[in-house]
């Protein structure tokens, strides 16, 4: 970086110019240490900035997609904390960054529509900057669109480079013009960076980054990279600091969990590595996603009946019902496979929430194909399901298959699936109504103060009477009534 180059956005003198330069060419080389050396140079700049705008900076990151992307909000989250910037949920901030999701092409828009109202309250703003993450940037043309069309973007950068989101922030800082920063793919893992956890008692925890399956409908192998998984020591260490920290619940992250493992050195099973999990004393909960048909093993299934920390629940992704249009998602499972998996499922863990993801709408999908999907629900039984109509992806190999599926017909197979799906789910749901259950209090009652709500282990809703101070902690509850989505209850002392 040349001096001519530094911002701007600060009003530095010469000779701070020189300093920060000098600084930034001081920086080590290894990391975490690099990272938080750019924390501490960034602390400086905040300070800087905060005293020319009279009052402290804040930040407010705006998360798109998946719970991957909720978990690298809270990354991002930390290290501008550090940075000395405060936590705000508005985006009349000093520092917005959205962390995109490309998964559809709606994820997508919405990105574009919400950067024009931004940029409103930039020009309103002298000290505001505006950050763009994610899958979303991954995808050549949209850095295009944004280089040509979004230039009061101060940053953009991708998922593989977001551990160095310390160093971007300062150079984004000091430089006048928009900086990019994107790399095609990374096998580095950078353990250890802060973190600013959404919740006291509960976390996501990554276990592994990237997808090697090639869907072919899916964008996720293409901006999230080859599988890396994390070594099992940092993992259980991570879950063990978090623990202290007073996390009872955590959920371990990755697109596939179940290949958990097979690319490290020393091979691991994600069965294993959860029975290593379910050991540390003081977690009490325990849930994963997402799973892959493919690769769920008799041995996770068995480690799922065995041990009462790992949850009642199961997110096992659908995607068809059609044998043959699973084949051309590449999915490598046939409609008899995943039902004999739900029913193998289902002996080892009784009573067991099975939830899924569908895909209305596939290139070539007949009515024939769709019937057999919904076949697929009405035999499973979900009490929950995310229903999607399919988005053309480019780059993916569905993207230019022939037969795509007229949008009229997609609509009316995808109202006939969510109307299946609700019906069954408004049956399946109350199937615990008198029971007693453990639940976790996530926080109070966003509509009555006299009221808390937490969570089952089936990942269910219910609201009981209760106050702050029991937020956090597991309590036995008696269900009184099932409200479809959610139970009304009240605690067992
Ligand atoms: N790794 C996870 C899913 C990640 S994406 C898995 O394999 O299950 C989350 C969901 O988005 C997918 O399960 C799929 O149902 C949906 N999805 C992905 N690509 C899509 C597309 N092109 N159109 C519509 N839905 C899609
Ligand atoms: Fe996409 Fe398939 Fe990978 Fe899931 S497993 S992220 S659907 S490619
Ligand atoms: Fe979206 Fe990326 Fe997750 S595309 S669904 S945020 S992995």
Redesign the pocket.
């Given at each position: 970086m040349q001096t001519q180059d530094l911002v701007g956005i600060i009003t530095y003198g010469d000779e701070m110019k020189e300093n920060i330069l000098e600084k930034i060419n001081q920086a080590p080389d290894t990391e975490p240490e690099r990272q938080y050396y750019f924390m501490e140079l960034a602390k400086e700049l905040v300070e800087e900035k905060s005293k020319e705008a009279g009052r402290k900076l804040t930040f407010c990151v705006v998360t798109f997609g998946c719970q991957m992307n909720a978990r690298d909000s809270e990354k991002l989250e930390g290290i501008l904390e550090h940075a000395g910037y405060e936590k705000s949920e508005d985006e009349h901030s000093d520092f917005v960054i959205y962390n995109t999701c490309t998964v559809r092409e709606n994820a997508n828009l919405r990105v574009y529509g919400r950067l024009g109202n931004l940029n409103r309250l930039k020009q309103k703003n002298p000290h505001m900057m505006i950050g763009l993450c994610g899958c979303m940037m991954q995808e050549p043309h949209v850095v295009e669109k944004l280089k040509k069309s979004y230039r009061f973007v101060n940053l953009v950068f991708g998922t593989h480079n977001i551990y160095k989101f310390a160093e971007l922030l300062v150079q984004s800082l000091v430089q006048k013009t928009m900086v990019i920063d994107i790399w095609k793919d990374t096998d580095k893992i950078v353990e250890n960076l802060p973190v600013d956890r959404k919740y006291s008692f509960k976390s996501g925890v990554n276990i592994m980054f990237g997808?090697n399956?090639?869907?072919s409908y899916?964008i996720?192998?293409y901006v999230r990279g080859r599988e890396r998984s994390r070594n099992p020591k940092d993992i259980l260490r991570e879950i063990e600091h978090l623990v202290e920290d007073g996390v009872k619940e955590v959920m371990l992250l990755g697109?596939?969990v179940n290949s958990y493992g097979k690319n490290l050195e020393d091979p691991i099973t994600f069965a294993q590595l959860l029975e290593e999990i379910v050991k540390i004393d003081g977690l009490e909960r325990v849930r994963f996603m997402?799973s892959?048909p493919k690769d769920l093993s008799d041995e996770l299934i068995e480690v799922m009946g065995n041990y009462p920390k790992i949850c009642n629940h199961l997110h096992l992704?659908l995607q068809s019902g059609s044998t043959k249009i699973l084949k051309v998602m590449n999915r490598r499972y046939t409609k008899e496979q995943y039902l004999e998996l739900v029913e193998k499922i289902r002996r080892a863990v009784p009573g067991i929430s099975l939830t899924t993801d569908i895909i209305v709408g596939f290139p070539g999908e007949t009515e024939e194909d769709f019937d057999e999907t919904l076949d697929v629900v009405r035999k499973v039984r979900y009490d929950s399901a995310f229903t999607f109509i399919y988005s053309k992806r480019s780059g993916t190999p569905a993207a230019v298959m022939e037969d795509q599926v007229p949008a009229d017909v997609i609509k009316v197979r995808f109202d006939r699936l969510l109307k299946e799906v609700q019906t069954i789910s408004a049956q399946e749901v109350g199937r615990l109504t008198g029971t007693v259950q453990e639940v976790l209090v996530e926080g109070m009652n966003d509509h009555d103060p006299t009221l808390v709500t937490g969570r089952m282990t089936n990942n269910l809703l219910v609201h009981f009477p209760g106050d702050e101070s029991m937020i956090g902690s597991l309590r036995q509850v008696s269900l009184d009534t099932c409200k479809g989505f959610y139970y009304m209850g009240t605690e067992r002392k």
């Amino acid at each position: 970086m040349q001096t001519q180059d530094l911002v701007g956005i600060i009003t530095y003198g010469d000779e701070m110019k020189e300093n920060i330069l000098e600084k930034i060419n001081q920086a080590p080389d290894t990391e975490p240490e690099r990272q938080y050396y750019f924390m501490e140079l960034a602390k400086e700049l905040v300070e800087e900035k905060s005293k020319e705008a009279g009052r402290k900076l804040t930040f407010c990151v705006v998360t798109f997609g998946c719970q991957m992307n909720a978990r690298d909000s809270e990354k991002l989250e930390g290290i501008l904390e550090h940075a000395g910037y405060e936590k705000s949920e508005d985006e009349h901030s000093d520092f917005v960054i959205y962390n995109t999701c490309t998964v559809r092409e709606n994820a997508n828009l919405r990105v574009y529509g919400r950067l024009g109202n931004l940029n409103r309250l930039k020009q309103k703003n002298p000290h505001m900057m505006i950050g763009l993450c994610g899958c979303m940037m991954q995808e050549p043309h949209v850095v295009e669109k944004l280089k040509k069309s979004y230039r009061f973007v101060n940053l953009v950068f991708g998922t593989h480079n977001i551990y160095k989101f310390a160093e971007l922030l300062v150079q984004s800082l000091v430089q006048k013009t928009m900086v990019i920063d994107i790399w095609k793919d990374t096998d580095k893992i950078v353990e250890n960076l802060p973190v600013d956890r959404k919740y006291s008692f509960k976390s996501g925890v990554n276990i592994m980054f990237g997808c090697n399956n090639f869907c072919s409908y899916c964008i996720v192998p293409y901006v999230r990279g080859r599988e890396r998984s994390r070594n099992p020591k940092d993992i259980l260490r991570e879950i063990e600091h978090l623990v202290e920290d007073g996390v009872k619940e955590v959920m371990l992250l990755g697109q596939n969990v179940n290949s958990y493992g097979k690319n490290l050195e020393d091979p691991i099973t994600f069965a294993q590595l959860l029975e290593e999990i379910v050991k540390i004393d003081g977690l009490e909960r325990v849930r994963f996603m997402t799973s892959h048909p493919k690769d769920l093993s008799d041995e996770l299934i068995e480690v799922m009946g065995n041990y009462p920390k790992i949850c009642n629940h199961l997110h096992l992704p659908l995607q068809s019902g059609s044998t043959k249009i699973l084949k051309v998602m590449n999915r490598r499972y046939t409609k008899e496979q995943y039902l004999e998996l739900v029913e193998k499922i289902r002996r080892a863990v009784p009573g067991i929430s099975l939830t899924t993801d569908i895909i209305v709408g596939f290139p070539g999908e007949t009515e024939e194909d769709f019937d057999e999907t919904l076949d697929v629900v009405r035999k499973v039984r979900y009490d929950s399901a995310f229903t999607f109509i399919y988005s053309k992806r480019s780059g993916t190999p569905a993207a230019v298959m022939e037969d795509q599926v007229p949008a009229d017909v997609i609509k009316v197979r995808f109202d006939r699936l969510l109307k299946e799906v609700q019906t069954i789910s408004a049956q399946e749901v109350g199937r615990l109504t008198g029971t007693v259950q453990e639940v976790l209090v996530e926080g109070m009652n966003d509509h009555d103060p006299t009221l808390v709500t937490g969570r089952m282990t089936n990942n269910l809703l219910v609201h009981f009477p209760g106050d702050e101070s029991m937020i956090g902690s597991l309590r036995q509850v008696s269900l009184d009534t099932c409200k479809g989505f959610y139970y009304m209850g009240t605690e067992r002392k």
